[in-house]
């Protein structure tokens, strides 16, 4: 859990909110950020309130459950938590290890799920190292009970997850974690539908043996943690949906599991 003190902790919201509106991830009063303070106890941010103009004594503290629990007087006396809280509970609820959580509207990472775009594939090595894949979970109304159970499966094994036509999730040990991934996946949107319109159709994935030795590094990162699971993607037979798999007919890919196994007990020792 971070360290810092509730006030070093508003601090660091506020300054994450001016980044991100400053890049865009959010506009008018979209988006909304939260922190663990304690094991019982939350800082979110506002409802209603653009991210890029926040003051610290602005946010509140509930418990995990949503309820407000901080003092009711001051700046933060007669606001509410953010709307979209649920999701945030959610992701608490379902990992231990998150102790930030950060809901955007990158317009990028947006249009790709309007488009029907997949960020789940893997193309760029660097974001399949460090997140893995970005799954989309199926649309749900915004602000709504629907929201933390579209989220509920995928948050267990992804760190950065798109909201189909509505925004991302990012999770991390800290506030600057969950942020860096909100980054990561907007960029990996832009650059996705940069190169897909100059060549005028969908994204070849990455080459089968690139996948394998990527899969390789990143079950040393993620083995312990349960995340390593590939989605929507059938391009390797790292993932379940590989013909090779399914078939039952496949080449024999004992080699490589052996590799993965030995690595991951050097990680462990």
């Known amino acids: 859990m971070d360290t810092r003190t509730e006030h070093e902790l508003r601090q660091r919201i506020v300054e994450i909110g001016k980044l ?50 901080g003092p ?8 509410k938590p953010s709307s979209e809280i649920r999701i945030h509970l959610e992701c608490y609820r379902q990992r231990a290890d998150v102790h930030a959580v950060i809901h955007a509207h990158p317009p990028n990472a947006i ?13 760029m090595p660097e974001v399949v190292y ?13 602000t709504s009970a629907e929201g933390p159970i579209a989220v509920r499966e995928l948050i267990k094994h992804y760190d950065a ?23 990561r996946v ?23 043996e690139a996948i394998q030795k990527l899969a390789m590094m990143r079950q040393n990162v993620f083995a312990q943690m349960g995340r390593d699971v590939c989605v929507e993607c059938n391009a390797c037979p790292i993932s379940e949906r590989h013909p090779s798999r399914a078939s039952g007919i496949a080449k024999d ?5 052996t590799l993965i196994a030995d690595e991951v007990r050097r990680a462990i020792k």
């Not at 400053?22 to 209603?48: C, H, M, W, Y």
């Not at 005028?200 to 080459?207: H, I, T, V, Y």
């Not at 890919?253 to 599991?257: D, K, Y």
């Open 161 to 183: 997850l798109m909201l189909d036509r509505h925004g991302s999730v990012t999770v991390g040990k800290d506030l600057w974690e969950a942020y860096m991934r909100l980054e």
């Open 20 to 69: 991100m509106h400053q890049k865009n991830f959010v506009a008018a009063g979209d988006g909304n950020i939260s922190v663990r303070l304690d094991r019982e106890r939350l800082l979110v941010t506002p409802s209603g309130f653009s991210k890029g103009f926040l003051d610290v004594e602005q946010l509140i503290v509930v418990d995990l459950i949503g309820t407000r629990v």
């Open 253 to 257: 890919f004992s080699h490589l599991e």
């Open 130 to 142: 460090d997140l893995g894949t970005i799954p989309t979970a199926p649309y749900a109304t915004p």
């Open 111 to 123: 249009a790709c799920t309007l488009a029907g775009i997949s960020l789940a594939k893997c193309v």
């Open 186 to 208: 907007e960029h990996s949107a832009q650059v996705t539908l940069a190169a897909q319109q100059a060549l005028g159709k969908p994204l070849d994935p990455l080459p089968v």
């Open 72 to 79: 009711a007087f001051g700046k933060a006396r007669d606001l």
